[in-house]
């Protein structure tokens, strides 16, 4: 069974750094998509970072792109995501996802499991 578990997270002011993480279990597709989404009260789930198991590249949404860094640890089995410079916009509830379907690794619709989420505050 395929488990997805964040940590991390809380509040700080703008500017300040946080740190998210996850820890992946029960996963083992070949050609995985996998990375961070995230969803402000009243708006729809968006992708954060991501990437495809097969390569190193890791894409950044323009929002967060110079600021916020993904990396995985394939020994630990977990995914974490450094995010500095950060700024009131982006509060919101942060999600660790993987994918065993086809897709576009930046689409919510391609990934069939989910964390349970994790607060990110950040006050101006």
């Known amino acids: 069974q395929v488990r997805l578990v964040e940590s991390g997270g809380g509040s700080v002011q703008a500017g300040g750094s946080l740190r998210v993480s996850c820890a992946v279990s029960?996963?083992?597709?070949?050609?995985?998509?996998i990375g961070w989404f995230r969803q402000a009260p009243g708006k729809e789930r968006e992708e954060v970072a991501t990437?495809?198991?097969?390569?190193?590249?890791?894409h950044y949404a323009d929002s967060v792109e110079g600021r916020f860094t993904m990396s995985r640890d394939n020994a630990e089995n977990t995914l974490s995501l450094q995010m500095n410079s950060l700024k009131p916009e982006d509060t919101a509830m942060y999600y660790c996802?993987?994918?065993?379907?086809?897709?576009?690794?930046?689409?919510?619709?391609?990934?069939?499991?989910w964390g349970q989420g994790i607060q990110v505050t950040v006050s101006s």
């Open positions: 996802a993987a994918s065993t379907n086809a897709g576009p690794c930046a689409a919510t619709t391609t990934y069939n499991y």
């Open positions: 029960g996963y083992t597709a070949s050609r995985r998509c």
């Open positions: 990437t495809l198991s097969t390569t190193t590249f890791t």
